[in-house]
């Protein structure tokens, strides 16, 4: 059976700009999050949201492994590096590095699932 070749609407925006579009939502959701609810509560959705978006946006485009999670945690890069009051020892850094690396994690696991879609849909 063949599909009837649709795609999703995200198919046309590139892996740049889902990129850029997550860092921007995940940041909004982070600030919209933390205010009513705490940081924790706040950083563990930003992180949610960042992991399903690497996972997705990799398994749609397997060769931006290598920019989408750096790009979707540019934010909390900045935030660690840049700001002179972040705690390497808190509660926090646990936080923010963990999503980091799984955010990684899931965008290898996306490309890798990306990559066998792609071969067994062209024989």
């Given amino acids: 059976m063949k599909p009837d070749g649709k795609k999703s609407f995200l198919a046309g925006i590139s892996s740049l700009a889902l990129s850029v579009i997550t ?4 940041f909004l959701l982070l600030f919209l999050l933390a205010y009513p609810f705490g940081e924790v509560i706040g950083y563990i959705s930003y992180n949610i949201v960042i992991i399903f978006a690497c996972f997705l946006i990799c398994r749609m485009n397997p060769s931006s492994i290598w920019y989408v999670p750096i790009i979707c945690n540019i934010v909390g890069v900045i935030a660690a590096f ?5 705690y390497w020892i808190s509660t926090l850094w646990i936080i ?5 690396v799984l955010s990684l994690i899931a965008s290898i696991i996306g490309a890798q699932i990306g990559r066998r879609t792609a071969i067994s849909d062209n024989p």
């Fill in 96 to 100: 923010i590095c963990g999503g980091w």
């Fill in 23 to 26: 860092a921007f939502l995940s």
């Fill in 82 to 86: 840049g700001e002179e009051n972040f």
